[in-house]
């Protein structure tokens, strides 16, 4: 393809064509002048006309334009002469960025011809269609921004000189003129838009708006509202400052709240002065905004005197009730043709969320509802405003009633392009007549709702209202209980009982409490009475709540049972320590009591009066024997334990310690035990303090009736149960109480000598053995208590029943060592064994002890566990150490052989051991079972 030459600038020839050619140009240039005077508001319409412009007048055939958008990018907007084809490769390089052209442009700022595009371009998907011709670039500038180009295609009949490029540069300047007036005009007329909105917001609503100078609070605008609320007219409130129309003692703080509200914007609620001097209260929302190129307030004040009014009022109606009403500033948004939300303002965005713009309003709707229908009006270009109210869903999901004012919004031809509203939370005040009403009716249904007794009565005792509760307490109809007094239809008297709270709350003005007991129904009950006062604190009524408290006591009774329970296992306790001590003291010098006395008995030539009395000794001693054994397993306490064990003979044991009780009161004791009654699988402890018990009981029964009588107890075995008879000559059970007796805390007896729990927790005892107790069959005297156990309780075996152990004798003298604190306990064994025969030797303390062992070797050694100084157990652990032998013949002696430590060693070695005090027969059984082991010494 050939390069086609274009005529030389400075050639003289062709003069006229040159004349005639630079007039066409001209005449475009002020076309396009015209046209830029005409055209005002479209930029895409005026660059598209010039360019046809210049294609016509002045014979240009390919013209295209480009613009920067206001984000910085270049845009394709007008053309002439263009296929489609270039049309769109230019756009797709635009959005890769400006073409080699426009760069040339932007460096010179002038008119530029391009004679080689074949190489400037080669990088353009639009040059292939231009390859043979030449470009002109001509940059539209305006007061040194660079707002675009204009680019012409120059073929080989277009001449080009310096006069034309003079042309072209003005032409450019002259469409940048008129691009940039088209710009200020849209602004405008969106500044016109927004002034239009505000005026529709200021003057179209109930609260009033000030724009206030960030300065000094001047004020720049007020509404019709605020004209009509302050009683100045428009000129004067603007001539004054937001201090002057603030009470006069909130007005040091006026200062410091413009800055708040400038930075980070304010709610706040004070006292505003109007022009007659009356003051009102209000809430100010007050917030900084760049308005009209200037930084201003933005105040909306809401009038509050009604709203206080209404709170003032809610608190006369109950002051158990307060509701705070909550105020925001209004909720303005727009909506299109289909209610799509347009624009909000920030008290919108916070009800609704940030997201609400281009939703449409319905998303947020409650429930069904004609709200579209009610505005349509609005959007039907009906002038008035529309007020309708809706349920909508705030952002955290809550269902709220707005009430919505709605005005059509229009362009600037009067077209209506949709609606502009405000809007107000009415929830609280729609909601306080009926919270009102509400909780009116709650208060009647919870009253009559409540399972205590509920009344209430005046200063006069007379009862004014009674729930449901308090009638069907008392069986009687509501007309039957109002106006009488309390008293006398609760307590059947004539004037208020002792401790009445009724009297002491009209006394004191404060709650008072009173219990009562019903033995006639058994049961508990406590009244409480509060005060309700009039305005001058004065005790008009009391309310009285009646609360059955039967069971709280018996908890209560039942956690001093266990208090007391365990501060009686605690005394216990120490008793056996101390009983524990004391039988160790009374055991030693009564087993020289008892060897003695047994060994004077042994002797024939006693005179009978001296064997009379011995035989008294030692039968006393005997007795003492066994009430210090006794004692000592009632007082420790031990864990629950099953032993086989025979159940007659832990009665007569529980009898014995009962002797000298029942022998003074004159109380014959007759036992009828079957011969074949078994050993039983039980707990000992806890049967004894059943047996115990029933015993106890019949043994007061009796000595209150006729202060003698006989017991009869009866065991058996029966087909089905073995069963334990307790039968007195008393007055028997009463027909009424039988089936209390065994309710805890229920006794016949007089306060102070019964608790009422000795039946209960037996039973449970036995309840526990799988058993039961029963009261026997109704008598005119007497009474039976049955316990009854099961027959799985029998022992295979008689393990439980003792054994009689065969009397032994040493086969040869025996060498023995008694080790012992005790002189009498040492004394009689040393006669005792030396009367037999036997070689013995004594000593009083461990050390003794040791050096007689190391000399001498013994067949027994007779070992005291406690011992002053080195104890015996840890004398056994010496002598185990040193003669090893030895320790196999030792047998210990204690007189405390329910010590938990002594049973434990005793148990772990397995060493025999003699309980003081022992008779002559148990020392001569241990000798003769360690000779029969030992052999010769």
């Given at each position: 393809m050939t390069d086609i030459k274009i005529p030389s600038f400075t050639s003289d020839e062709g003069t006229e064509a040159r004349i005639q050619h630079i007039n066409q140009l001209l005449l475009a240039v002020r076309n396009i002048n015209q046209l830029i005077i005409r055209n005002k508001n479209d930029a895409k319409e005026l660059l598209g006309r010039a360019s046809r412009i210049l294609a016509r007048d002045y014979g240009l055939v390919e013209t295209w334009a480009?613009?920067?958008?206001?984000?910085?990018?270049?845009?394709?907007?007008?053309?002439?002469?263009?296929?489609?084809?270039?049309?769109?490769?230019?756009?797709?390089?635009?959005?890769?960025?400006?073409?080699p052209c426009v760069n040339i442009a932007l460096e010179s700022m002038k008119a530029r011809l391009i004679n080689n595009p074949s190489i400037i371009c080669a990088g353009c998907p639009v040059s292939p269609h231009f390859l043979a011709s030449h470009k002109i670039v001509v940059p539209l500038i305006f007061e040194n921004d660079f707002l675009g180009t204009f680019v012409a295609i120059v073929t080989a009949q277009t001449v080009i000189g310096p006069k034309e490029f003079e042309l072209l540069d003005e032409m450019a300047r002259d469409i940048a003129f008129g691009l940039n007036e088209i710009d200020e005009n849209i602004k405008r007329r969106e500044i016109e838009h927004e002034l239009r909105k505000y005026e529709l917001i200021a003057n179209n609503t109930k609260d009033i708006i000030l724009f206030l100078s960030c300065d000094d609070g001047h004020i720049l605008e007020a509404n019709l509202a605020a004209v009509e609320s302050y009683g100045y007219s428009r000129e004067e409130l603007l001539s004054r400052t937001i201090s002057d129309l603030r009470a006069p003692d909130t007005r040091a703080s006026v200062s410091s709240q413009i800055r708040q509200a400038d930075s980070s914007g304010i709610i706040f609620e004070t006292l505003h002065l109007r022009r007659d001097g009356s003051i009102f209260p209000v809430e100010v929302s007050s917030r900084g905004a760049d308005i009209l190129g200037g930084r201003m307030l933005v105040s909306v004040i809401r009038d509050i005197t009604e709203r206080k009014k209404a709170e003032s009022i809610l608190r006369e109606v109950s002051e158990h009730q307060k509701t705070v009403l909550s105020t925001v500033p209004d909720m303005i948004v727009e909506v299109d043709l289909t209610k799509v939300y347009t624009w909000a303002n920030p008290a919108a965005i916070a009800f609704f969320g940030s997201d609400m713009v281009g939703k449409e309003a319905s998303f947020y709707f409650?429930?069904?509802?004609?709200?579209?229908?009610?505005?349509?009006?609005?959007?039907?270009?009906?002038?008035?405003?529309?007020?309708?109210?809706?349920?909508?869903?705030?952002?955290?999901?809550?269902k709220r009633l707005l009430g919505w004012w709605c005005r059509p919004l229009k362009d600037s031809s009067g077209k209506v392009i949709g609606a502009l509203s405000a809007a107000q939370d009415i929830t609280e005040r729609k909601q306080i007549e009926e919270k009102a009403r509400r909780a009116s009716r709650e208060w009647r249904t919870t009253f009559d709702s409540m399972s205590d007794m509920i009344s209430i009565q005046d200063r006069d005792f007379k009862i004014t209202r009674v729930n449901k509760a308090y009638a069907e307490a008392l069986g009687k109809p509501f007309r039957e209980i109002i106006g009488k007094t309390c008293f006398e239809l609760i307590h059947g008297?004539?004037?208020?009982?002792?401790?009445?709270?009724?009297?002491?709350?009209?006394?004191?003005?404060?709650?008072?409490?009173?219990?009562?007991?019903?033995?006639?129904?058994?049961?508990?009950?406590?009244?409480?009475?509060?005060?309700?006062?009039?305005?001058?604190?004065?005790?008009?009524?009391?309310?009285?709540?009646?609360?059955?408290?039967?069971?709280?006591?018996?908890?209560?009774?039942e956690k001093q049972h266990l208090r007391d329970k365990?501060?009686?296992?605690?005394?216990?306790?120490?008793?056996?320590?101390?009983?524990?001590?004391?039988?160790?003291?009374?055991?030693?010098?009564?087993?020289?009591?008892?060897?003695?006395?047994?060994?004077?008995?042994?002797?024939?030539?006693?005179?009978?009066?001296?064997?009379?009395?011995?035989e008294t000794i030692n039968e006393g001693s005997q007795r003492v024997k066994e009430i210090i054994r006794r004692m000592l397993t009632f007082a420790r306490q031990q864990k629950p334990l099953r032993t086989c064990i025979s159940v007659t003979d832990l009665i007569d044991n529980t009898l014995e310690l009962r002797k000298y009780v029942l022998d003074t009161a004159n109380i014959e004791v007759v036992r009828d035990y079957s011969p074949d009654m078994p050993a039983l699988n039980i707990d000992p402890g806890q049967l004894q303090q059943v047996f115990l018990n029933l015993i106890v009981n019949a043994e007061y029964a009796m000595k209150k009736t006729h202060g003698r009588g006989r017991l009869t107890i009866t065991a058996r075995k029966d087909p089905d149960k073995f069963r334990f008879l307790f039968s007195d000559d008393g007055p028997g059970v009463p027909k009424e109480v039988r089936d209390k007796i065994f309710q805890p805390f229920f006794t016949t007896k007089v306060p102070g000598e019964g608790t009422g729990l000795g039946l209960s927790l037996s039973r449970g005892i036995v309840l526990e053995h799988a058993g039961d107790i029963v009261l026997g069959g109704i008598g005119s005297s007497g009474a039976t208590f049955i316990v009854e156990l099961p027959l799985g309780l029998a022992c295979s075996s008689d393990t439980g029943l003792p054994m009689e152990v065969a009397a032994m004798v040493p086969t040869r003298t025996a060498r023995v060592l008694v080790i012992d604190d005790e002189v009498s306990v040492r004394l009689f064994i040393e006669a005792m064994l030396v009367r037999e025969g036997h070689s013995v030797e004594t000593t009083e303390t461990a050390d003794e002890a040791l050096v007689t062992l190391s000399n001498e070797n013994y067949d027994m050694i007779l070992l005291d566990i406690r011992m002053p100084g080195t104890s015996g157990i840890e004398l056994f652990d010496q002598i185990s150490s040193r003669w090893p032998n030895l320790a196999m013949r030792i047998v210990f002696t204690t007189g405390d052989t329910n010590d938990a430590v002594t049973s434990q060693f005793i148990a772990a070695k397995g060493v025999p051991c003699l309980a003081k005090p022992f008779d002559r027969q148990e020392v001569l059984n241990q000798l003769a079972r360690l000779v029969l082991t030992s052999g010769s010494v």
């Open positions: 480009m613009l920067f958008n206001h984000h910085g990018a270049m845009e394709f907007v007008a053309e002439s002469g263009l296929t489609e084809e270039a049309q769109s490769q230019l756009n797709e390089i635009l959005k890769r960025g400006a073409p409650e429930g069904a509802q004609d709200t579209y229908h009610s505005v349509q009006p609005v959007f039907d270009g009906d002038e008035q405003t529309v007020y309708v109210e809706s349920w909508q869903r705030r952002r955290d999901g809550q008297t004539k004037t208020p009982i002792a401790g009445c709270p009724h009297l002491q709350t009209l006394k004191t003005g404060k709650p008072a409490c009173f219990e009562s007991f019903d033995p006639e129904h058994n049961n508990h009950s406590e009244v409480r009475t509060f005060p309700i006062m009039d305005d001058h604190r004065k005790v008009t009524f009391t309310i009285h709540v009646f609360h059955d408290i039967t069971q709280r006591k018996l908890e209560e009774a365990a501060e009686m296992t605690s005394r216990l306790a120490a008793v056996g320590e101390m009983a524990s001590g004391i039988a160790h003291e009374i055991n030693n010098p009564l087993s020289g009591v008892i060897g003695f006395a047994e060994l004077l008995l042994g002797r024939t030539d006693l005179p009978d009066d001296v064997r009379q009395d011995l």
